[in-house]
């Protein structure tokens, strides 16, 4: 009796959570810049609605080791997009900075993506606390974009009120290393050498640009978060962890 209920309950949790997985990520395929992380959560979502649903032949045909490789991996997917969410909200910034970076991501269209919206959003807040700030935005154009990352970002901060002359602009990156590396050339023919810097990504995001950060020659780096929206979590954690295992295999 008690295995048949245990089996309902796992039954049911797997046609929940595959559902959610399932719609969330069908609905972010045609609401925003499709990437990596949202074809896996497709994916994950239809393997977790299939198991549901042929649940008994699943228990009964698949090899244990296979089940057991399949909880692992969502454990340790799962383990590793919380530990990056708490990293990244641990904010540095000592609010006398004198720029902040804001790094790009998705632009639909000509309109920033709402991940880059959250980061600007950032970036006000922090010029609001450090008003002499500059704001140097970084990004090239992508897939899907019809503008270069950095000239929507400033477009953005100029329709909420940032002076021109605080923007600092860099439209060539096409990865964080190249938001780091192409800034810190512009930077550093702007100020020389002594400029103390911070950057602001979402929050899932910070781990790696840190690193990435010192790996382009900037030692000394504070940094902020942006929230991320609750219902992109799941595809941003998943694409993320992917890219944390890239860039230890190739450090780039």
Partial sequence: MKKTKKRIV????LYILGAFLFVNSSV?????NVHTGIFAEFIFGAAFLLCAIFFDRFLDKTPMWLKYLCVAVCT?????????LS???????NYDE?????LGAGVNGTQVGENLRRRLDSAIDYLEKNPDAYIAVSGGQGYQEEISEALAMEEYLLSKGVLKDKIIKEDKASSTYENFVFTKK??????GEGYTLCFTTNEFHIYRAQKIAKKA?????????????????VSNGIRE???VIKYALIKK
């Fill in 28 to 32: 972010l395929l045609f609401a925003s």
């Fill in 217 to 233: 020659g900037f030692d000394k780096i504070t940094h902020i978060h942006a929230p991320t929206k609750a219902t992109t979590i």
């Fill in 76 to 84: 340790i997917i799962c383990a590793a997009t919380l530990f990056l």
């Fill in 10 to 13: 796992t039954r049911s949790l």
């Fill in 186 to 191: 512009i930077l550093d023919e702007k100020f």
């Fill in 87 to 93: 990293h990244g909200v641990a904010d540095t910034a």
């Fill in 241 to 243: 962890c992917l890219a």
């Fill in 98 to 102: 004198d720029v902040l970076i804001v």
